[in-house]
């Protein structure tokens, strides 16, 4: 008998590996599809992968300023698709290879949980198996959803994975549908490649969610217009119809696109159809789980987009260490109070603590702290000087609550601000802080000057 | 009579320049040269400049793994120094324009301290003028050394304010002599335009300053090797001979090279001869300051490199802001604990706090955790994952002490160092703080979990 079974090996299955094995458990791992899951395979690798070459497509103009004339250049998505399988191949095998090394059974298949020590594995040579564990952990991630009438094919109409591990050639023309983050990211990504891109959102901003501002969503709005990327708000797809050639998409604007491809970016549901002993679901299908991670049997366990916390790969990673934490002895509960927000898009888009929008919303007293790049000289020199920080202090106290950085190296720079927030610092001691000069960094300098100082202006 | 009189608008003068204005001072500034001082003008800013023209330039050969087919490109430097002169036009302007709106009268000439109140302008226009001042800001910076017979000429021996400020077209090889933070970088840049780079190395290692580790220096100079960079260590230059087209430069181990320029970057002295009413300097010319950066005349004040404190823009503002804020009567002083130290070479070098070369020196008990860039997820997917962090810990109470980091973003992610040293973050606070998936801050998780969970192998 295992002392731990993991069923999926996405970021939550891989770091409860990680760390189960340092504590010396005898785990095994059941995965059907690739090691490493969506995250690795079909979502943030892939995706920031072909954001570094929409980035630097974008840079390929400004490359004279440095003295390098590149301006013959041209652009092949298939060599882009081949240099992705490499990087992600690379990395793949690098967890391959240490689960070999560390001699780790890994049952190839579909895992079913059906008694609390007990996971049958219909394996995907056809035999099925049965394995015992003291304690499961489901890692299972989530599934895209469909939306009216619109059900992916792998054809005509795609999910994000199908774009990201098997399209190695591109359409001309894509309709997005959904202009959440995955929406954003991508269709900034196929804009950049060349494709004519259109992002249909139902409401009436992008990136429409509690914890992007939407003085944000304003941003990017604008910034995807300069893209020529058309995005079309407050809208729904009404009708479609496949024909040979291309595909009609009848908006409920009364617009008519005609594109080669439909992107669904609507959203994801649970991969929770994996017991018959009746583990608790909520009525979307998460699996309902303590702060323990701890599902209705104690020694069943679950992380990542199986239960109804934000679907981050890294909210999966740290739900699996406290899983494993409390398999091990050690109680331990989540806390999901300072998780940062990143989109990458055009640039870089961060956000953790609480939103204006949210701060003004609660009926806090805040007053706010702003910069642009403009000035930066980091940025300057890297041609990278659009974008801006906002911060957030409450009026009386001046401890930051919450911030946002919109431009180049936002989604490094906002463990900044999470940490400014989780040690409580006041714009003062933000101020203070010696940052290096020149980095982006120093815009925190600037972005908390009015508030500690009085104003320039 | 002005509240305050601004000598030397570098970035201490500019940093107290923007903190008495918002306090309402009446400043006045004298600036010989141009506004921006060193820093922006021919320093950091167009140091910074080219590296990202370096690093572009390095970056070349692997954009094909993204589609883009860029290999027919040409470097012409001249374009380049156009580009910066652009950059560093636009910032300069900025700070100009922010001066006139706020009709702070600045004196171009050259400043000297003749009565505790007053400061004599030598000005640009060959007039005179005595203004007055209840306090006095010396921010006058430093000035290159010369070694060994070579003094610069502007014309075959030059300073690095000469190749960053003038030159527009590049030498075909070049003897740098000095191998710290400003040979190293500009001969990597350098190297990367297309010049013949030897650098010439007094000590036994690149970068031999206390702040660096040996290890540090070990892997500059493998990564140097591989840029073909020629390092002379332990060598010094024994006599050179200018001819009408080369220069014949013999060294002490006996090579001889033939090179167009010599650049030399052996360290820089105060910028200290400014007054006739006895402010103190100690023996290398450095004023005399105590820790609210007064002279020994209460009302004069001293920041950046002309007091003996590190050489560093970040430091200057930082002492300038001291030095208002004592002016304003807010008594302060300042505290050099926790400066980051930051290198741009084919990567970035950070390094803040204790180093492990030091640590081990003063006989502390320390464990260290380490980390490479190899599989970080976000450095695979903009291949730059070459390089390393390592952390420094009180080997009883897990502490942090001190880290460095070798690689893409350090000059940034050296914040979240430094900050975790002074909160006394333990390795399990950094361990398991959370980061966002993918980013290159993720090493931070990769560093601590030996420290932190035990030893995976």
Redesign the interface.
């Known amino acids: 008998m295992y002392d731990l079974i993991i069923i999926g090996m996405g ?1 939550g299955g891989f770091e409860a590996t ?2 189960s ?3 010396k458990l005898n785990i095994a791992i059941v995965e059907q599809s690739k090691i490493g899951g969506n ?2 395979n079909r979502a ?2 892939p995706t ?6 929409a980035h ?2 974008s ?2 103009s400004i ?8 301006d ?12 992705k399988e ?2 992600i191949t ?2 793949r095998k ?1 967890l391959s290879m240490l689960l070999k090394s560390k001699k780790v059974p890994v049952y190839k298949g579909y895992g079913r949980i059906i008694d609390k020590n007990k996971v049958e594995v219909k394996k995907n040579d056809g035999t099925v198996e049965i394995i015992e564990g003291k304690n499961i952990l489901i890692s299972t991630g989530s599934i895209p959803i469909s939306v009216g009438g619109l059900t992916p094919d792998g054809e005509n109409i795609l999910t994000t994975e199908d774009i990201l591990e098997n399209m190695n050639t591109l359409p001309e023309e894509i309709a997005v549908i959904g202009g959440g983050v995955a929406g954003c990211e991508l269709g900034y990504v196929l804009s950049k ?1 060349g494709v004519k891109v259109h992002i249909i959102e139902l409401m009436d901003r992008l990136l429409p969610s509690k914890e992007i501002s939407s003085e944000i969503s304003k941003y990017l709005l604008r910034k995807f217009k300069q893209n020529k990327i058309n995005v079309y708000l407050n809208t729904t797809v009404k009708q479609h119809f496949i024909n040979d050639e291309k595909i009609k998409v009848e908006l409920s604007d009364g617009n008519i696109l005609n594109v080669d491809k439909i992107l669904l970016t609507v959203g994801r549901k649970p991969n929770s159809d994996i017991d018959e002993i009746g583990i608790e679901k909520d009525d979307k299908g998460f699996i309902k789980v303590n702060k323990k991670m701890q599902t209705n049997f104690e020694n069943i366990y679950a992380c990542g987009d199986v239960v109804n916390s934000p679907m ?4 999966a ?2 739900e699996a ?1 406290i899983a494993v934490k409390n398999i091990l002895g050690k109680e331990e509960e989540v806390n999901y109070d ?3 927000y ?1 989109i990458f898009f055009a640039n870089e888009i ?1 956000t953790v603590g609480i939103s204006e929008d949210e701060a003004k919303k609660s009926g806090l007293d805040i007053v706010t702290g702003y910069y642009p790049f403009t ?1 930066n ?2 940025a ?4 990278e000087n659009d974008g801006f920080v906002k911060l957030i202090f409450d009026k009386e106290t001046k401890k930051i609550l919450g911030g946002s950085i919109v431009g180049t ?1 936002a ?6 601000i ?3 927030i ?2 409580k610092y006041t714009a003062e001691k933000i101020h ?11 815009i925190f300098i600037y972005a908390t ?1 009015d508030v500690v ?4 202006f």
Chains 1, 2 share one sequence.
Do not use: N
């Not at 920031?48 to 070459?53: I, L, Q």
């Not at 490359?63 to 590149?70: P, S, T």
């Not at 013959?72 to 240099?83: A, L, N, R, T």
């Open positions: 970021p990680l760390l094995l340092r504590k995250c690795l943030c690798i920031k992968y072909f954001w570094t070459g630097q497509i840079k390929m490359l004279k300023e440095y003295g390098i004339l590149a013959k250049f041209e652009i092949d998505f298939s060599k882009g698709f081949e240099g490499k990087a690379f990395l690098s490649y981050l790969a890294y909210v990673s740290y260490k300072l998780i940062p990143v961060a000035y000289e980091k300057v020199d890297e041609h190296g989604s490094e720079m906002i463990h900044l999470q940490l400014f989780k040690e203070d802080f010696i940052y290096f000069h020149p980095s982006l960094s120093e000057y100082e009085g104003k320039l």
